[in-house]
């Protein structure tokens, strides 16, 4: 049964309007807005992962932009006074989350827009009108990439498949259908039946508390395993591929994704099973060369010791809490993205596709 995709992200009203977003915190037993009225709002909701998952985190700091220069008035504020203020918030949004490059993409993008308009022709009101056109086209380009993902990356589905996925790339993390995710529903569409097992994905279950939801909310045959599971899956010939989504994809093809992707690589690939990733093409950051500079967010103590208000841990243990790990290339078997699918993933797939 199709069913309405999630109002991941919305804009209500015009440029004086504010951003409303699914608040993921409250997941899966609340589906309640949060309205986001200043830029610090947005900021504090990509910090503490009211909104998530790199697509999503670069339209909301799109939309973040617009908000943010709603303290000038824009019949009276001058063209500099808008410039400087642009600066800021851009400068500001970008400090909310440091892994996930779509983050920084969706803001240079802003920033460029209002630099593309003249001065001497458009007006502060008018420049304002266009950023908020600007981070709807971003929107709804995701939507589009997220469904040609899903049609490419289907193909490599078959009916009766069972399929490992950790983290959270469904219509959540972006606008629509999501990445990997996409994959499935796209399947879906297509009459095949698929059994995905959904890893918790510690410390914060974005795979329980969100990807199993949407699943279920799809009438996809949804397994919910813990994180330490998934070797005894492969093992007992349950899964027969993996599919996560991105982050950050380096210029050679490596990954940074959800802290246990690349774990869950290299059981694939002890099990003989295809890893593949999924993911848009603003999610590659061609000035990095390799994995190893991409930035790796690091996250509080609290998120491991007292995860969901109860104390896991002993009073004073030390933790260490990276967010996301980086899955070298050649652990992948292909990149699904909105043109096609790279394999073998290398620097030389990666450029062709990416101008192709
Ligand atoms: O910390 P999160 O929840 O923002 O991490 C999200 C992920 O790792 C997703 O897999 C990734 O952003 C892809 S979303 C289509």
Redesign the pocket.
């Known amino acids: 049964m199709a069913i309405a995709p999630e109002q991941t992200l919305q804009w209500v009203g015009d440029s004086k309007g504010h951003l409303s977003l699914i608040d993921q915190t409250l997941l899966p037993t609340q589906l309640q807005p949060a309205d986001c009225h200043t830029v610090e709002a947005v900021w504090e909701a990509i910090k503490v992962?009211r909104v998530?998952?790199?697509?999503?985190?670069g339209i909301a700091a799109a939309y973040g932009v617009c908000v943010g220069i709603q303290t000038l008035d824009f019949c009276t504020a001058s063209h500099a006074q808008l410039r400087q203020r642009i600066d800021e918030v851009t400068s500001y949004l970008a400090t909310s989350?440091p892994t996930?490059v779509n983050l920084f993409w969706a803001l240079e993008r802003m920033s460029g827009k209002a630099k593309s308009l003249s001065e001497a022709e458009f007006s502060v009101k008018q420049i304002a009108d266009a950023l908020l056109q600007e981070a709807k086209s971003i929107h709804d380009e995701d939507r589009a990439m997220c469904h040609a993902i899903g049609q490419h990356g289907a193909e490599l589905l078959f009916d009766g498949m069972g399929i490992i996925t950790?983290?959270?790339?469904g219509g959540l993390?972006?606008s629509e259908y999501?990445?990997?995710l996409s994959l499935f529903f796209t399947a879906q569409d297509q009459g095949k039946e698929l059994t995905v097992f959904v890893d918790e994905t510690r410390p914060?279950l974005?795979g329980a508390r969100l990807t199993a939801w949407e699943l279920l909310r799809r009438n996809i045959s949804t397994v919910l395993i813990c994180d330490n599971m998934a070797a005894q899956v492969m093992r007992e010939g349950k899964a027969q591929v993996v599919v996560?989504?991105?982050?950050r994809i380096a210029a050679n093809g490596d990954t940074a994704?959800?802290i246990g992707t690349y774990g869950l690589a290299i059981l694939a690939q002890h099990h003989g099973i295809p890893f593949y990733v999924a993911?848009p093409s603003n999610t590659f950051d061609l000035n990095l060369e390799s994995g190893d500079l991409i930035p790796i967010e690091v996250r509080t103590d609290e998120e491991i010791t007292n995860g969901f208000g109860r104390q896991t841990g002993p009073e004073g243990v030390a933790t260490y809490n990276p967010?996301?790990d980086v899955t070298p290339a050649n652990l992948i078997a292909g990149i699904v993205t909105e043109k096609g699918v790279i394999s073998p993933v290398n620097n030389e797939n990666i450029l062709q596709m990416l101008q192709s």
Do not use: S, V
Not at 166 to 169: D, E, L, M, R, S
């Open positions: 992962l998530r998952g790199a697509p999503a985190i989350r996930a950790h983290c959270n790339a993390a972006t999501g990445t990997a914060l974005q996560t989504g991105a982050d994704n959800k993911a967010a996301f």
